[in-house]
């Protein structure tokens, strides 16, 4: 199974990371681990899901959410399986569920795409098809709590 599907996808190169993210890490057993194209991604060694999220700042206000969003999934390799506009802490964002077929078991990916003024944030949750729903509240905790500038 993939690390993380983040990617950046602007055509801006002075874009960067948040900082003053705030955030609730998900809790045990969940670990902090290290995934190169994410700010922070934890895993759980037990069903083996992620959580992760990549933030993209600067100018930012030409990106379009769904554009970006279906971008990063084409560059994984990942098919589309429903797009949808939900609010996320009272501001629009667009949930999308794309899978990837790793051998004999289908991986499921949930991504939580929304802007801020400056910053474009992708939250992801990733997992077995068999394991996906267990750790499915965990992330949207996560998501809930999430706060970026």
């Known amino acids: 199974m993939s690390g993380c599907i983040s990617v950046n996808l602007s055509p801006e190169k002075d874009l960067k990371s948040a900082t003053g993210v705030n955030y609730t ?57 429903t797009q949808k506009q939900v609010s996320l802490q009272g501001k629009d964002a667009l949930e999308s569920l794309a899978f990837q077929k790793d051998g004999a078991q289908k991986i499921l990916v949930k991504v939580l795409s929304f802007k801020t003024k400056e910053c474009l944030y992708n939250l992801v949750y990733l997992g077995a098809e068999k394991n996906f729903s267990k750790d499915l509240s965990v992330f949207q905790n996560f998501a809930e709590g999430f706060k970026g500038p």
């Open 25 to 81: 890490p998900p809790p045990s057993p969940f670990e902090e681990i290290f995934v190169s194209k994410s700010d922070h991604a934890w895993k759980n060694k037990t069903t083996n899901t992620l959580i992760s999220y990549l933030s993209e700042c600067g100018d930012v206000h030409a990106l379009k959410i769904p554009d970006t969003a279906s971008a990063m999934l084409r560059a994984q390799g990942l098919t589309l399986q």
